[in-house]
């Protein structure tokens, strides 16, 4: 964000032009960034936010969009902050819907994926056009340092928004008060370490990310060690357990593989899990890593108090796991290609 010209004069003034999409501040060299990144094996996302000036936005789409088929951009963040215009038109009308699905349709055109913020609810649209990667619509993590959500809000939105397809949630955070970043900011993350964990399982996106700074992952590198093996997309689904509002579980087996991954997460009261592996092929054995609240764990208490245990895991295995307020469990299931990798563990 803020790398093309007009940012010192967008927010809250509601003009019909502010940016074209092509034109980089002075300091922010595209080719040599894209060339710094590339060197390191990282593919760069391209930033559009449109200051809710759509018009503006589709006058100037195409050249946009060349512009980062010239500078080797195959992904766009797309933003609509602020009061749509033309004047009377909203977010969920008509007319915006119309404007999504031609943005979604031209991005194609130039085989570039569309992450779309502020923009319509998930409606099934990715099925029939796949470049739509996911959309944010719905108060993602950001809302956390806004006051925070709802301790059970995560419990809902699978069978709410995400029911349409895939949402750009951004979990991952280890450190959940704000006012060790920005000290005039008391909110919290209301969840635990362990179910921001769980969030990569039961928040379906095939675009992730690691949320938090460097600085706060590296404090806790044994529970950042799930984000790094967790998969983005999936071949298989299970719902093993579930009351919105209350608690959700997902098993999801990782594309081209055997190996699962599992997520929980719990509202206000907490839940209990008594899981079976049944999912899992027979005759196999696979090594569990469990992510799990500590007995002492709390959102709003002691939210960092996580544990991490192994063992070894059949179809046949059964585990029990709490979930505390706010909180969750996460479990990696990964099959054994190598008897050494189950030495000295024990079986679940």
């Known amino acids: ?21 092509v034109t980089p501040y002075p300091d922010f060299d595209v080719k040599e960034i894209h060339r710094y990144a590339a060197s390191k094996g990282i593919k760069m996302m391209m930033h559009h936010e449109t200051s809710a000036s759509v018009r503006n936005y589709e006058r100037h789409m195409d050249k946009a969009y060349q512009f980062m088929v010239d500078n080797g951009y195959n992904s766009v963040k797309s933003g609509y902050v602020g009061n749509i215009i033309p004047r009377g038109e909203h977010h969920y009308g008509q007319w ?13 055109d130039y085989k570039i994926m569309v992450n779309a913020h502020e923009a319509t609810r998930p409606t099934g649209i990715c099925r029939t056009y796949p470049n739509l990667i996911g959309n944010e619509s719905a108060r993602g993590t950001e809302y956390e340092s806004f006051g925070g959500n709802k301790v059970y809000h995560t419990t809902i939105l699978p069978f ?80 093993l357990e579930a009351e919105p509002g209350e608690y959700i579980t997902i098993a999801r087996k990782a594309k081209g593989t055997d190996d699962w991954y599992v997520g929980c997460t719990a ?9 079976t592996f049944d999912f899992l092929t027979p005759d196999k054995q696979y090594v569990a890593t469990v992510y799990a609240d500590a007995k002492d764990a709390d959102w709003e208490k002691n939210p960092q108090a996580y544990t991490i245990k192994k063992g070894i895991l059949t179809n046949k295995s059964k585990l029990n796991l709490r979930a505390v307020n706010g909180g969750g469990y996460a479990i990696s299931i990964k099959e054994v290609k190598d008897k050494s990798e189950v030495k000295g563990l024990k079986k679940y």
Request: net charge negative; aromatic share 16%.
């Open 1 to 21: 964000e803020g790398w093309n010209e007009g940012w010192e004069d967008w927010f809250g003034n509601s003009k019909d032009y502010v940016f074209d999409f």
């Open 96 to 108: 915006m819907n119309n404007h999504y699905l031609y943005a979604v349709t031209k991005a194609a």
């Open 160 to 239: 709410t928004r995400l029911v349409g397809g895939p949402m750009d949630y951004t979990p991952g955070i280890f450190e959940t008060h704000c006012n060790k970043m920005n000290p005039a900011n008391n909110s919290q993350v209301r969840s635990t370490i362990a179910r921001q964990l769980a969030l990569y399982v039961t928040m379906y996106s095939p675009l992730q990310m690691a949320a938090d700074i460097p600085e706060n992952y590296e404090r806790f590198m044994d529970a950042f060690q799930f984000i790094k093996d967790v998969a983005l997309d999936w071949d298989e689904t299970k719902y």
């Open 267 to 275: 509202g206000e009261n907490g839940h209990t899990s008594k899981l």
